[in-house]
């Protein structure tokens, strides 16, 4: 069975510029995280959706970030314009509906020069 | 209250000793408490976890030991190997909450 896909897995930006992530999780996931992970730090969610409802961004900085999970399937974060500051390790999660055990993708790592 | 705090930041094993990394939390509404293993360039990864009505759980050489009252909980790596070098990472989280990571553990385990 396929893990959790993440693209791309490496991307170097200037600042002020837009990032894309995207991520298809675990088939029959329906549950799908992003996560932040600063460098030495452990993960920090971003934002869960169960199936195309995004349930819980309370920690998504909403001025600049943006995400969708169309048809609750596969799901894009975006960064527009990225900042210094967002240098990082963004990575995508799932699980089952209800399930504790999450799944994580090989991550995609972001400079922002 | 959502925090959970690791310790050591760091850790160097000789072959065969015992890795032991601490975890403390917070809210006592925490119901699940796993155990990350991340490798550079990789997601993390389950490696075990307990949940608070027992006091310790073994899967292989990896063993949980789980404190209610003190409201800490530990990995313990047996005869730890080379291979088993990797960041570690302490979670929890109660039904329908976030997942709360600590800071993560780099262990080094020397041949």
């Known amino acids: 069975e396929a893990g959790v896909v993440q693209s791309p897995r490496y991307k170097i930006i200037e600042k002020k510029q837009p990032v894309a992530f995207w991520c298809n999780p675990i088939s029959g996931h329906n549950t799908l995280y992003w996560y932040r992970q600063n460098l030495g730090q452990g993960p920090e969610l971003l934002i869960r959706?169960?199936?195309?409802?995004?349930?819980?961004d309370s920690q998504l900085p909403k001025d600049r970030f943006s995400a969708e999970r169309l048809k609750g399937v596969d799901s894009t974060l975006k960064i527009q314009p990225a900042e210094l500051g967002d240098s990082a390790v963004y990575l995508c999660?799932?699980?089952?509906?209800?399930?504790?055990?999450?799944?994580f993708g090989p991550g995609t790592r972001l400079t922002v020069l | 209250q959502q925090q959970v705090k690791q310790s050591p930041q760091s850790l160097i094993v000789q072959k065969g000793g015992i890795s032991i990394i601490n975890c403390a939390y917070e809210n006592t509404a925490f119901d699940y408490f796993p155990w990350y293993q991340q490798f550079p360039g990789k997601g993390p990864a389950l490696l075990i976890a307990i949940r608070p009505d027992v006091s310790e759980k073994k899967e292989g050489r990896f063993t949980i030991s789980f404190n209610k009252s003190a409201k800490q909980f530990s990995l313990h790596i047996m005869d730890s190997q080379p291979g088993d070098s990797a960041t570690y990472f302490c979670a929890a989280s109660n039904s329908g909450s976030r997942l709360t990571f600590g800071e993560g553990t780099q262990l080094t385990v020397n041949p």
């Open positions: 959706y169960e199936n195309e409802e995004a349930v819980d």
């Open positions: 999660a799932s699980s089952l509906r209800g399930g504790r055990e999450q799944f």
